[in-house]
T-cell receptor
Framework: DTAVSQTPKYLVTQMGNDKSIKCEQN?????MYWYKQDSKKFLKIMFS???????INETVPNRFSPKSPDKAHLNLHINSLELGDSAVYFC???????????FGSGTRLTVV | DAKTTQPNSMESNEEEPVHLPCNHS???????IHWYRQLPSQGPEYVIH???SNVNNRMASLAIAEDRKSSTLILHRATLRDAAVYYC????????????FGSGTRLQVQP
């Protein structure tokens, strides 16, 4: 299936730990994004990468570091996790010549 | 990006049409109107988009006011599966800019 896939789907971890979320798309898109959806359900853009180059870096703590090894992958690494990082994180992708964006099914991160 | 205004929630009965309104009075001439929806426990999914003319696809129709300051997403026959949060988003570029989501309209569909 053509899609944006994220792993893991659920992640429960303790404060202070370091964790990574992986995202892969097989749609041939050239831009990938990370969004955060908090408990109030607002979806906020965190990062955007175009052809492995960082385009958008919203006001996100330095503990969050995106890494794009190639156009099809955008991983999110989080250091020193805090309670406030608990949220659902969505990966998405798009193509410069298209208007449709495709989202993954999300990773629910719970920091305890 | 220009701001959109949507009702917080709407209710519909199954198999009836649903009209979801969106106001965007500060829309610029190059802004496209996008609609996405987010089903429970899923990521947002593309529904439809348009610039000036009304648009139809297999999921929905998009009616755009002549002055482009408002639009309406039309679900012709609501099903229980259409219960979701619907987002109206303006974006002035092709797929190279992040979409800015508002709070959307939560649609409830009653059997």
């Amino acid at each position: 299936d053509t899609a944006v896939s994220q792993t893991p789907k659920y992640l429960v971890t303790q404060m202070g730990n370091d964790k990574s979320i992986k995202c892969e798309q097989n749609l041939g898109h050239d831009t990938m994004y990370w969004y955060k959806q908090d408990s109030k359900k607002f979806l906020k853009i965190m990062f955007s990468y175009n052809n492995k180059e960082l385009i958008i870096n919203e006001t996100v703590p330095n503990r969050f570091s995106p890494k794009s090894p190639d156009k099809a992958h955008l991983n999110l690494h989080i250091n020193s996790l805090e309670l406030g990082d608990s949220a659902v994180y969505f990966c998405a992708s798009s193509h410069r010549n298209s208007y449709g964006y495709t989202f993954g099914s999300g990773t629910r991160l719970t920091v305890v | 990006d220009a701001k959109t205004t949507q009702p917080n929630s709407m209710e519909s009965n199954e198999e009836e049409p649903v009209h979801l309104p969106c106001n965007h009075s500060t829309i610029s001439g190059t802004d496209y109107i996008h609609w996405y929806r987010q089903l429970p426990s899923q990521g947002p999914e593309y529904v439809i988009h348009g610039l000036t003319s009304n648009v139809n696809n297999r999921m929905a129709s998009l009616a755009i006011a002549e002055d482009r300051k408002s639009s309406t997403l039309i679900l012709h026959r609501a099903t229980l599966r259409d219960a979701a949060v619907y987002y109206c988003i303006l974006s002035g570029d092709t797929g190279r800019r992040a979409l800015t989501f508002g709070s959307g309209t939560r649609l409830q569909v009653q059997p």
